[in-house]
């Protein structure tokens, strides 16, 4: 080791070639607005964001100017290293889909620089077509939360009536009962032909105080 840092080995800087960092940085462009316009296309959360967007466009660039950057500078390589171990990312990432851009434009970036701009180009086709077909094009029968407020059990009953009716499947979440006379039932429903009119029929129902259905994906309602 102390023959190595002796020897000039960690001043030699790599060849650099103009050209071929702006070929880099146009394709490593290219490529995020690639993943820019899948990521719009594919969202299905509830609040699209156009600014994490734009930060995918802008990963892909910067991963591809750290990369030329330490490929070209043995010394600038390690002080990289040494730079990125500290940061730390606080923001929390509900969607795992989102993680999956963020490494497909880390990826895009890490290509690009390393000149492996074929390997960039198919890899994130292929990524592309994939998600296209398995996110828009494939149906899922995603579950409803109904939220029932009544007054008595009679009124449950009625409901659950109708519940039954108007649902290819359904459960109950949760029951609540409360002193004042008022309780409260939460069904998780797969309803049928995407008709939801049977929500204004029970919040009509007498004893009923109200009628709530929510988007369900097992982890959030929306």
């Known amino acids: 080791m102390s023959d190595i840092f002796k020897s000039s080995f960690l001043e030699n800087v790599g060849s650099f070639s103009l050209i071929d960092a702006a070929i880099a940085m146009v394709i490593a462009f290219a ?3 690639f993943i820019f316009v899948i990521y719009k296309k594919t969202f299905t959360g509830v609040l ?3 600014s994490f967007n734009v930060s ?3 990963l892909t660039m910067v991963t591809a100017v750290i990369i030329m950057g330490v490929s070209s500078n043995v010394t600038l390589s390690l002080g ?3 730079a990125l171990s500290i940061v730390r990312f606080r923001t929390a990432i509900k969607d795992p889909l989102d993680t999956m851009y963020i490494f497909w434009s880390i990826a895009c970036g890490i290509l690009s620089g390393a000149g492996l701009i074929l390997i960039a180009i198919i890899g994130s086709i292929a990524i592309g077509v994939m998600l296209l077909l398995l996110i828009n094009r494939i149906t899922i029968e995603n579950p409803y939360l109904l939220i029932i407020k009544y007054k008595n059990s009679e009124a449950e009953e009625n409901v659950l009536t109708i519940v039954k009716s108007h649902s290819n499947k359904y459960n109950i979440k949760s029951k609540i009962s409360n002193k004042d006379g008022y309780d409260e039932t939460t069904y998780e429903i797969r309803v049928k032909h995407a008709e939801y009119s049977f929500v204004n029929e ?3 129902m007498e004893d009923v105080i109200s009628a709530v259905l929510l988007s369900y994906d ?3 309602a929306a």
């Open 218 to 220: 097992g982890n959030f």
């Open 48 to 50: 699209y964001s156009n």
């Open 56 to 58: 995918l466009v802008a």
């Open 80 to 82: 990289m290293v040494g």
């Open 31 to 33: 490529l995020g607005m």
């Open 202 to 204: 029970i919040s009509k």
